[in-house]
């Protein structure tokens, strides 16, 4: 039983499109999170959640915006996507806000063309 | 702001040596550490999680040791095989670094 479960696992789509990015964990944690990592691979944190309520707003285009309508969820919805969208999106989880314990999805792979 | 470094950005030996991966930031804060690997195309792997209070954590052939005071943490490998390549990650409070991309050749 996956315990932070991403869907899709791959994503391809066109340029102005809206597409939307599931995550799902099942381990009681209280927090979660979205990273984007680029094509030089750095991870970087794009949004924390905790207890559904919006923690960390990193420098993040308007375009995204997280949904989290549980604790158990927090999905990432991105308006008119740009080429620079591309990248492999990871959500993860933590039992409490930065300390450490986290989980990590699979990732969703985005491209755009 | 905070950041974190980690030393070698790339290492590449022969299988069976032991090594030592290095990981620095730049607060001292009371924060647990936790090393990851991600191999190519994949997700993060937790390998080891040091609680704040603790100053080192053992799983198998992995020994990671946290130094508040200094910033640093090390992540030793004993015996190390083709399957430990991968890249290396030590966030701290949701910064990553770079990683250490270790290649271990049979």
């Known amino acids: 039983d996956t315990a932070v479960s991403q869907t899709p696992k791959y994503l391809v789509t066109q340029m102005g499109n809206d597409k939307s990015i599931k995550c799902e964990q099942n381990?009681?944690?209280?927090?979660m999170y979205w990273y984007k990592q680029d094509s030089k691979k750095f991870l970087k944190i794009m949004f924390s959640y905790n207890n559904k309520e919006l923690i960390i707003n990193e420098t993040v285009p308007n375009r995204f915006s997280p949904k989290s309508p549980d604790k158990a969820h927090l999905n990432l919805h991105i308006n008119s996507l740009e080429l620079g969208d591309s990248a492999v999106y990871f959500c993860?989880?933590?039992?409490?806000?930065?300390?450490?314990?986290?989980?990590f999805g699979s990732g969703t792979r985005l491209t755009v063309v | 702001k905070q950041e974190v470094t980690q030393i070698p950005a790339a290492l590449s030996v022969p299988e069976g040596e032991n090594l030592v991966l290095n990981c620095s930031f730049t607060d001292s804060a009371i924060y647990n550490l936790q090393w990851f690997r991600q191999d190519p195309g994949k997700g993060l792997t937790s390998l080891l999680l040091?609680?704040?209070?603790?100053r080192e954590q053992t799983s198998g052939r992995l020994n990671a040791s946290l130094d508040k005071s200094s910033g640093r943490s090390t992540l030793y490998i004993a015996a190390s095989q083709p399957g430990d390549s991968a890249t290396y990650l030590c966030?701290?409070?949701?910064?990553f670094g770079q990683g250490t991309r270790l290649t271990i050749n049979p």
């Open positions: 040091i609680q704040s209070s603790q």
């Open positions: 966030p701290r409070k949701l910064v």
């Open positions: 381990l009681g944690h209280d927090t």
């Open positions: 993860a989880s933590s039992q409490r806000h930065r300390e450490g314990g986290y989980t």
